[in-house]
C-alpha cells in the first residue's frame, strides 16, 4: 500500500509561481515511479510530468516544458512540481500518483495504481 497527500496549491497570478509537494508512506518510497497529473473542469485527467526511481529521469507533457520541474527526494518520501511561469490554462486539480510496479519514468497512465487526494491550483489573468 502506498498513501500519498499533496500540499501547497492556491491562489496564484498569471506568470507567478508554485510549488506542490506530495508525501509517501507506505512501501518504501524510492524503489518506484512517480506522477503529476491534473484535471481541468469538464476535461479528463492528464499526465503532466513523471520521474523513475532515481529522480534522474524526467519526462513532461509538451505544454509545460520548460515551465514545470518535477523532483523527488527519496530520503525525505517527497515528492514535488515546481511550477513556474504559470497560465490560466494550467489551473486544475493536481494530484501526484505513484506506479508502485514501475521504476522507469513513464508517461501511461495505466502504469499508477496509488493516487493522492489532489490539490486545488487557480490561476486568474
Known amino acids: 500500500q502506498v498513501h500519498l497527500v499533496e500540499s501547497g496549491g492556491g491562489l496564484v497570478q498569471a506568470g507567478d509561481s508554485l510549488r506542490l509537494s506530495c508525501t509517501g508512506s507506505?512501501?518504501?518510497?524510492?524503489?518506484?515511479?512517480m506522477g503529476w497529473f491534473r484535471r481541468a473542469p469538464g476535461k479528463e485527467r492528464d499526465i503532466v510530468a513523471s520521474?523513475?526511481?532515481?529522480?534522474?529521469?524526467?519526462r513532461y507533457t509538451d505544454s509545460v516544458k520548460g515551465r514545470f520541474t518535477i523532483s523527488r527526494d527519496n530520503a525525505k518520501n517527497t515528492l514535488y512540481l515546481q511550477m513556474n511561469s504559470l497560465k490560466p490554462e494550467d489551473a486544475a486539480v493536481y494530484y501526484c500518483?505513484?506506479?508502485?510496479?514501475?521504476?522507469?519514468?513513464?508517461?501511461?497512465?495505466?502504469?499508477?495504481?496509488?493516487w493522492g487526494q489532489g490539490t486545488q491550483v487557480t490561476v486568474s489573468s
Open positions: 507506505g512501501r518504501t518510497f524510492g524503489n518506484y515511479a
Open positions: 520521474i523513475n526511481w532515481y529522480g534522474d529521469d524526467r
Open positions: 500518483a505513484a506506479a508502485s510496479f514501475v521504476v522507469s519514468a513513464t508517461m501511461s497512465q495505466e502504469d499508477f495504481d496509488y
